[in-house]
């Protein structure tokens, strides 16, 4: 079944191979923060000393988007629509706990069951970086824990309740490139769906944590392409020298994703890969096209139903397989085990 006109089939394989076959896609997001965020690793926000930027060679600190802090929240946004539509071996799947090993989460963003089986994630997702330094782009600030009158006091004794944290401001850009390797145009578009649906990301997302993944582009290619700090710095770069980057002030959304395209167009030249890019206004018709399918119930579900057959046409070739080997494998062991006692 396809689901895409604006471009050609021939960026995508017809089923899920077992073996890396040199097709990826890169989702090149730029992601905002739209409230206060928390990305922490032992209570303190996770940052970098790195290189400003390609020409400005001064090291600052750079607020840090770990791997798992980007793609943890977009897997689960494509299993809560599994389960929604009822499609594939959703009640199997519990995150982290159990997996069905037969869905297009399990199969694209990969699992771990110890000796039940792995699969290794199709979905490539790297650290990204803040634009702005760590000191522009976060607030400490105090919380506490009010009793039922909304006081912090009660019976003449006040409570000890009260805390301080930093939060990542409003307005903070973080560069990040998403790698789909050698994908079929339903894994393409399930993974672009969990991209630009997803809005929480971090810790305590219920309460915060607000973020929204602004697309400006798919580059189409044979091989992996430049990564996100280098990117990040090239953006820094080109802001900084329209003198477009004035603390305290947060940057201005159209001038970042105008030196986004630009940065990315520029180091892509530089690349050793064959690609195929669709970037700014070659992308719009892309994006559109995309939005009205995930925005329209029938062809949703359809496109799910088909991304879950193919990842469960992969599992029953390729894992059940391996499974059935490894545990003939063991077994044969444990009698030779047994034969030896004897």
């Known amino acids: 079944m396809n ?8 960026f995508f394989h017809n089923e899920i191979p077992a073996k890396p076959m040199g097709k990826y896609a890169h989702f090149i997001t730029i992601r905002i923060t739209e409230s206060y965020p928390l990305f922490q690793t032992d209570g303190e926000l996770n940052k970098a000393k790195v290189r400003a930027g390609i020409e400005q060679k001064e090291p600052i600190s ?8 980007q793609s943890t929240p977009e897997r689960l946004t494509g299993r809560e629509l599994l389960r929604n539509y009822k ?11 159990e997996f069905s ?5 399990c199969i694209l963003y990969g699992f771990a069951i110890g000796d039940a089986g792995s699969e290794k994630s199709k979905v490539v997702v790297d650290t990204a970086y803040s634009i702005t330094p760590f000191e522009d782009s976060h607030l400490n600030f105090t919380l506490n824990a009010p009793f039922e009158n909304g006081t912090m006091s009660r019976n003449g004794e006040v409570t000890s309740r009260i805390n301080s944290q930093d939060h990542i401001l409003p307005q903070v850009f973080f560069p990040s490139i998403v790698t789909l390797k050698d994908p079929t145009e339903a894994g393409f578009l399930y993974v672009f769906n969990n991209i630009i649906r997803t809005r929480h990301y971090g810790a305590q997302t219920t309460r915060t944590g607000r973020l929204r993944n602004e697309l400006i582009g798919i ?3 044979d091989g992996e392409i430049v990564s996100n700090l280098r990117w990040t710095q090239k953006i820094y770069d080109l802001l900084n020298f329209d003198g477009k980057i004035n603390p305290p002030d947060p940057l201005n ?13 520029e180091l892509m030249t530089q690349e050793c890969v064959t690609h195929t890019d669709y970037i700014g206004d070659k992308f719009t018709p892309l994006l559109d096209e995309v939005k009205s399918i995930t925005s329209n119930e029938n062809k949703l579900q359809e496109l799910l139903t088909q991304a879950n057959a193919e990842s469960s ?6 894992i059940s397989k391996n499974s059935e080997t490894k545990n003939s494998d063991k077994n044969k062991r ?9």
Do not use: H, S
């Open 3 to 10: 689901f895409l006109k604006t471009i050609d089939a021939k």
């Open 62 to 69: 750079r607020l840090a988007m770990f791997k798992r802090k």
């Open 87 to 97: 499609i594939g071996d959703w009640e199997k799947c519990d995150y982290n706990v």
């Open 101 to 105: 090993k037969t869905t297009p989460d």
């Open 219 to 221: 580059i189409f290619a």
């Open 253 to 265: 959304e159209d001038d970042v994703r105008k030196a986004a395209i630009k940065a990315i167009n």
């Open 313 to 318: 046409a992969y599992a029953q070739k390729y």
């Open 334 to 342: 444990g009698k030779k085990a047994g034969a030896a006692t004897e």
